[in-house]
């Protein structure tokens, strides 16, 4: 139990357009889910965190209207990157944390979106 | 903020010997978590300490949790293959439930 999927795996894009990645989790409900930047060979950044019904909360320094987020269920939060630029290349990774049940303080961490802007 | 630092950053091991790696942090901790990500893959959750002095094992990795709640270890003996990847610990905040990640251990294992 407790999978985490996101889609797509890897996209490639043009600088300029808007790219949209999908974080699920399959068999449970998630009130919050995380979104993280991974550069190479660097740990994860948290990026904002998501919670169904109502605004995301962003970390310092991280642009809440480049990076939309959107958390319309307790299975799906969606990572808006608008008018990508090639320094937003990275490996997006979310992460969510069980409603109930064991292991509330566990994040569960999806696969991950490596992007590449051109 | 919160901020764990991981040493070494890197880790040539041979295959068959113990290494440790290291978090250490300037605050008391509620709590640490260990993480492993494969290259190219994901972070999975190893497992989390709460307790001073606390010590866990999962088969060849031993953890332990500083009897200050300040610093963490993470010990793999008769390192294999499979053990290549990142090793991360990470700090979860009460509030917010958000996860602050040290630097990380990049291993890498000579058969």
């Known amino acids: 139990g407790a999978v985490v999927s996101q889609h797509p795996s890897w996209v490639i894009c043009k600088s300029g357009t808007s790219v949209k990645i999908e974080c699920r989790s399959l068999d449970f409900q998630a009130t919050t889910m995380f979104w993280y930047r991974q550069f190479p060979k660097q740990s994860l950044m948290l990026m904002a965190t998501?919670?169904?019904?109502?605004?995301?909360?962003?970390e310092q320094g991280v642009e809440k209207d480049k990076f939309l987020i959107n958390h319309a269920s307790l299975t799906l939060s969606t990572l808006t990157v608008t008018s990508a630029h090639p320094e937003d290349s990275s490996f997006y990774i979310c992460s969510a944390r069980r409603l109930a049940g064991p292991s509330t303080d566990t994040q569960y961490f999806g696969p991950g979106t490596r992007l590449t802007v051109l | 903020g919160q901020q764990v630092m991981q040493i070494p950053q890197y880790q040539h091991v041979q295959e068959g010997e113990d290494f440790t790696t290291y978090c250490n942090s300037s605050t008391t901790l509620s709590n640490i978590q260990w993480y492993k990500q494969r290259p190219g893959g994901h972070p999975v959750f190893l497992i989390q300490?709460?307790?001073?002095?606390e010590v866990k094992k999962q088969k060849r990795l031993t953890f332990q949790f500083g009897e200050a709640k300040k610093n963490s270890s993470l010990h793999i003996t008769a390192t294999q293959t499979t053990d290549v990847g990142t090793y991360f610990c990470a700090t979860l905040k009460a509030a917010g439930n958000k996860l602050t990640f040290g630097g990380g251990t990049r291993v890498l294992v000579k058969p």
């Open positions: 300490l709460v307790k001073s002095g």
């Open positions: 998501s919670n169904e019904g109502s605004k995301a909360t962003y």
